[in-house]
């Protein structure tokens, strides 16, 4: 479309008036092809180990998205930029809930410890599974790419955390060299969790085969295993754990969570990539997510935090946000619809601290 088109459209909307249903994500009126920054929704959650529910979420943060306000005091005109989010594909909704109840029975069959005469019946799950998960980083990796080729900021919406491994692979073949920020309650580095390779714990863990990944920068983690544990003190700094205990306790000892921001940043590599899965935040603010974990972050801290890596100078190339569910009430996805209006600090330039 013509960027008169565009410009009649960013004079013509009034980001005081409410919602739009007809429109776009915030009832903005934007397309993906005009936008500056795309959102993509992957309604997937083959592996999730407890709770499901964030397939549906890309759906949910779309009409909650309709009842929160646009201003930002840093970036008034952030809008204007331009943020759509593209039709969530059927067939990959689809798929997902065709193949979840097959993962949830295998998961049932690890977990209740059944004789092992009834291998047989659930011995090709995992390899089933496995390359599912391998054709859908393969779709996401081809999807991403053509965005980030016609010079679009890309936000990945999950579904489970699992889902932007595709947009790494697509970033890792146009960066050199980038880090990873993860906000999350748990670190996700288990390799083939319950015998899935692309399982939702184990996103961190397929990250770093990628040798473009530099460096990984884990904040408010409070649940993780020894194996996780292990993996990270043999990484040779290339894994940080900032963990939620050693947060807290910075604080409690009378550090601001300024300071504690700028050790976190300090980690970081020029490039960074944003991970925020949803149970990073305190699960008041998301209980409907899947694995919720008591700690974590307030809105505000992680919000302070993104802004800092901005102000750093470094470069934001890609975000996600996941492990949003609806659950019972509106409030997880309005908690979800609120994160996305700090998005496009990644490619704007927020006013100095």
């Known amino acids: 479309m013509a960027s008169s088109s565009l410009e009649d459209k960013i004079a013509a909307f009034n980001p005081n008036a409410l919602g739009d249903a007809a429109g776009g994500l915030y009832g903005l009126p934007f397309t993906p092809e005009e936008a500056q920054v795309v959102v993509v929704p992957v309604p997937?959650?083959?592996?999730?180990?407890?709770?499901?529910?964030?397939?549906?979420?890309?759906?949910a943060i779309r009409d909650a998205s309709l009842q929160v306000d646009l201003y930002d005091p840093d970036l008034p005109d952030a809008w204007k930029m331009g943020l759509a989010?593209?039709?969530?594909?059927?067939?990959?909704?689809?798929?997902?809930?065709?193949?979840r109840p097959t993962a949830e029975q295998y998961i049932g069959w690890l977990e209740e410890g059944e004789p092992e005469a009834t291998h047989g019946q659930h011995s090709g799950v995992p390899a089933q599974l496995n390359q599912r998960g391998q054709a859908l980083l393969e779709w996401l990796k081809a999807k991403t790419g053509v965005l980030l080729d016609a010079g679009k900021g890309v936000v990945v919406l999950g579904g489970d955390h699992s889902t932007p491994l595709g947009y790494l692979h697509a970033l890792a073949e146009r960066h050199t060299e980038f880090g990873i920020l993860q906000i999350d309650a748990h670190c996700d580095l288990r390799p083939a969790y319950e015998g899935f390779e692309f399982s939702h714990a184990s996103i961190m863990y397929n990250a770093l085969k990628l040798p473009q990944v530099k460096k990984l920068v884990q904040v408010g983690i409070r649940d993780y295993c020894q194996q996780e544990a292990e993996l990270i003190d043999q990484s040779n700094g290339r894994v940080a754990l900032f963990a939620d205990r050693f947060l807290q306790a910075e604080m409690l000892a009378g550090k601001s969570w300024k300071k504690e921001c700028k050790k976190i940043i300090a980690q970081l590599p020029q490039k960074v990539y944003l991970s925020f899965d949803i149970?990073?935040?305190?699960?008041?603010?998301?209980?409907?997510?899947?694995?919720?974990?008591?700690g974590g972050l307030e809105f505000e801290q992680a919000l302070y935090l993104i802004r800092m890596v901005v102000r750093s100078g470094r470069t934001i190339i890609g975000c996600d946000l996941n492990e949003v569910a609806p659950g019972d009430t509106e409030w997880n996805a309005i908690v979800g619809a609120v994160c996305f209006i700090i998005w496009p600090i990644g490619w704007a330039s927020p006013k100095a601290a």
Do not use: F, H, N
Request: charged letters at 30%.
């Open 44 to 59: 997937w959650e083959v592996t999730v180990s407890y709770r499901a529910g964030t397939a549906d979420g890309p759906e």
């Open 279 to 294: 149970d990073g935040l305190d699960p008041k603010l998301c209980p409907g997510t899947g694995t919720p974990v008591p």
């Open 85 to 99: 989010m593209e039709e969530p594909d059927e067939q990959i909704a689809a798929e997902s809930r065709q193949l």
